[in-house]
């Protein structure tokens, strides 16, 4: 097999071997990339949502909520659904959702106040989780939605004896919410039991696909380079060992067929090729040398 060949073939196994170990590591490292991307976009929503509940109750309520009596105090009622945490949190994640229909947010309840609350099959799952395992605080996992891949994280609700004003029986609760949301749901939470579960859901498949974009882009770059300096590396090998070694081949053949009289092999530069051309023209000369003192005798 020709020198180049080998020297080819050699580079292709090493650089081969090479791109595998780079492609394997930056495959892994992008993909656990845009996971983490994932995951904390979803904690961040997350988070915004309990902000946002925390704001209602801190701030909204004193301010725009007057205390609620039930119809038996006979005491003016003043009801907004406004300064409820979970009325909040769920119409301010609705408007987000008109921009990103991608992110989703819902307090997700089995007896719902509110019919659009109400669990579907995989989200009442998620609650009777939560109601088998008291000390799961937070729960996470995948699946496919009309657009694509998505993570889903997910906490329990429970219902403080604060909450039982409201959702214990139609005739504790306040009449102007009686009125707008009627008896039928909503009641009949028993203190500390898990009633709902916030959860947020966050595209995975987009950040996935960049991950997968990149990583493609990567690896023509890469192979974009090893092609370059094995084309570059084999014009070098040519020219400085292949052309004057073959020159050199081809000169001891012709001297080894008796044709003396060929020029002698140009010889530039110092290095060890070169050494190899000088000692073969010398050992030339003296050949010739050696020949003429022959033919004289
Ligand atoms: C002043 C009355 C009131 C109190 C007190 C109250 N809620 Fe509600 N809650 C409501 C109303 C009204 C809704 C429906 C809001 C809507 O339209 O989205 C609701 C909705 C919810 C929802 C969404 C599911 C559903 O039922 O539609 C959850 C979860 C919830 N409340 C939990 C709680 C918890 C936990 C507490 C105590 C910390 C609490 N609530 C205290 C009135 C109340």
């Known amino acids: 097999m020709k020198l180049l060949a080998k020297f080819s073939i050699i580079f292709v196994v090493v650089f081969g071997l090479g791109l595998s170990a780079a492609g ?18 979803a904690k961040i929503m997350m988070e915004t949502a309990l902000a946002m509940r925390r704001y209602t109750i801190e701030q909204v309520k004193p301010a725009i909520g007057k205390p609620v009596f039930s119809k038996s105090d ?7 659904p406004e300064t409820v945490p979970a009325y909040a949190a769920t119409e301010m994640f609705n408007y987000l959702h008109e921009k990103f229909p991608d992110y989703f947010y819902k307090e997700a309840a089995l007896n719902p106040t509110n019919p659009r609350d109400r669990a579907v099959d995989w989200e009442e799952d998620i609650i009777n989780n939560f109601r088998n395992q008291p ?14 891949k998505s993570l889903y994280l997910a906490r329990p609700l429970r219902a403080g004896a604060s909450c039982l004003e409201c959702h214990s029986t139609p005739a504790a609760a306040p009449a102007e ?5 009627g008896t039928a749901n909503g009641f009949g939470w028993k203190e500390d039991e898990v009633i709902a579960a916030q959860i947020v859901s966050v595209p995975a498949s987009l950040p996935v ?4 974009r990149e990583f493609r882009q990567l690896m023509t770059l890469l192979l974009s380079v090893g092609a370059v300096t094995l084309v570059f590396l084999n014009v070098v ?3 400085l060992v292949i052309r004057p070694v073959s020159q050199l081949a081809h000169s001891a053949e012709e ?4 044709r003396m009289d060929i020029p002698e092999l140009p010889c530039r530069g110092k290095c060890e090729i070169s050494m190899l051309v000088a000692a073969f023209n010398r050992m030339h000369r003296s050949l010739l040398a050696a020949m003429k003192m022959l033919d004289k005798q």
């Open 24 to 41: 394997y590591f930056s495959y892994s490292l992008l993909q656990s990339h845009a996971r983490e991307m994932v995951e904390d976009r």
């Open 74 to 80: 006979m005491t003016q009622e003043t009801f907004h």
């Open 135 to 148: 000390k799961l605080d937070m729960f996470a996992g995948e699946r496919m939605t009309p657009t694509g």
């Open 177 to 181: 919410m009686i009125e707008r949301y």
């Open 209 to 212: 696909e960049m991950a997968n």
């Open 237 to 239: 090998l040519v020219v």
């Open 255 to 258: 001297i080894s067929e008796g």
